[in-house]
């Protein structure tokens, strides 16, 4: 019985969707850097229409021969108020990758569709944020792989 208690409090306190955050609401525009695979270095941004659905970019290379860009629309699957100092909701993406290999006959091009999800710590103290993604991205035009993971984690902070 103790266990249900317990249980049901904690979840009862992650359902609270009062935020913590002015992240989507009123601070709309994200500048900031992300890491992952393929890509080594990404600036990253967002713009958020409303505090559930957003526009987010970024741009990056890999050792300066392969260079990406991306946009995805972002939606908020879960929004909670997880802890009193930051929020952590739950994101899924759809999106575009334009991505090209420069060598020494010709560029290389992939293009195509990305899906995935991920979760972001939107803190209280400033408006920032740490977030994590990860997505699958399949590429009818190109000369690599066809289906190719995508994985991110970055920081933004917010104006």
């Known amino acids: 019985m103790r266990r249900f208690l317990l249980l049901s409090t904690l979840f009862l306190g992650?359902?609270?969707?009062?935020y913590a955050t002015d992240i989507g609401s009123s601070s709309k525009f994200g500048i900031g850097a992300e890491t992952g695979y393929p890509m080594i270095a990404n600036l990253s941004m967002k713009v958020w229409f409303n505090d559930q659905y957003g526009l987010s970019m970024r741009a990056g290379a890999n050792f300066f021969d392969y260079f990406e860009t991306a946009v995805?629309?972002?939606g908020v699957a879960y929004r909670g108020q997880w802890f009193?100092?930051?929020?952590?909701p739950f994101i899924w993406h759809v999106g575009l990758d334009l991505g090209f290999e420069m060598d020494d006959r010709s560029p290389d091009w992939q293009v195509g569709?990305?899906?995935g999800f991920g979760a972001a710590l939107q803190?209280?103290?400033?408006?920032?944020?740490v977030f994590v993604?990860?997505?699958?991205?399949?590429?009818p035009v190109t000369v690599w792989d066809t289906v190719e993971p995508r994985v991110s984690a970055g920081?933004?902070?917010y104006f």
Request: charged share 20%; proline share 3%; net charge negative.
């Open 72 to 74: 995805r629309f972002e």
């Open 14 to 18: 992650a359902a609270n969707t009062a």
């Open 133 to 139: 993604q990860h997505g699958i991205g399949i590429y």
């Open 113 to 115: 569709p990305e899906a």
């Open 123 to 129: 803190f209280s103290s400033f408006n920032g944020e």
């Open 84 to 88: 009193d100092w930051a929020d952590l």
């Open 155 to 157: 920081f933004r902070y």
